[in-house]
């Protein structure tokens, strides 16, 4: 089984940039794709985006142009660059994962623990 954990959250005013990392351990054909969640307080989880071992990606539409998802398969690693952010930007960001090979699989198996992100106005 994976292990992943997320780190890099923090406080960013709004328009500002942070980048998240998401550091994978353990069996790591558990972790073909690899996604980006979010939860805001009061709201349900939402995908945020997701790059698979081949290096596809996708994105919600409420990040494609500012946030940007990569990998190093070496280091089994994934990162979230996040671009031009805005207050709505404000939750706790999790990484996740699972063993097929395709971005538009939906069934992942492995969770963070979550890091905080906060987007001042």
């Known amino acids: 089984q994976v292990q992943l954990v997320e780190s890099g959250g923090g406080l960013v005013q709004a328009g500002g940039s942070l980048r998240l990392s998401c550091a994978a351990s353990?069996?790591?054909?558990?972790?073909?794709?690899m996604g980006w969640f979010r939860q805001a307080p009061g709201k349900e989880r939402e995908f945020v985006g997701a790059i698979s071992w081949s290096l596809s990606t996708r994105y919600a539409d409420s990040v494609k142009g500012r946030f940007t998802i990569s990998r190093d398969n070496a280091k089994n690693t994934v990162s979230l660059q996040m671009n031009s952010l805005k207050p709505e930007d404000t939750a706790i960001y999790f990484c996740?994962?699972?063993?097929?090979?395709?971005?538009?699989?939906?069934?992942?198996?492995?969770w963070g623990q979550g890091t905080q992100v906060t987007v001042s106005s």
């Open positions: 353990g069996r790591t054909s558990d972790s073909r794709t």
């Open positions: 996740a994962a699972h063993p097929v090979n395709n971005v538009y699989y939906s069934n992942y198996k492995t």
